[in-house]
């Protein structure tokens, strides 16, 4: 976490990264993608990580 900032300006960025993650979700929906998955972390092992979306195209599947 940078501890350079105050809680209300990290509060401020998450809320602007949440919207930005519905508005691409959103884009990818109504590109006819399907959005099956939202903020999906991988915990174990040595890959630690998160995906903010993951979508199916039906299409290509």
Same mark, same amino acid.
């Given at each position: 976490?940078? #501890?350079? +900032? #105050?809680?209300?300006e @990290?509060? +401020?960025?998450? +809320? !602007?990264?949440?919207?930005? /993650?519905?508005? %691409?979700? %959103?884009?990818?929906?109504? @590109?006819?993608?399907?959005?099956? %998955?939202?903020?999906? +972390?991988?915990? #174990?092992? /040595?890959?630690?990580? /998160?995906?903010?979306? !993951?979508?199916?195209?039906? %299409? #290509?599947?």
């Amino acid at each position: 976490m940078d #501890t350079s +900032r #105050t809680p209300s300006e @990290l509060d +401020r960025r998450a +809320r !602007i990264g949440a919207r930005g /993650e519905d508005v %691409a979700a %959103a884009h990818l929906a109504d @590109l006819g993608l399907e959005v099956v %998955a939202r903020n999906w +972390r991988q915990r #174990t092992g /040595e890959v630690r990580g /998160e995906l903010d979306v !993951i979508a199916l195209d039906h %299409a #290509t599947a």
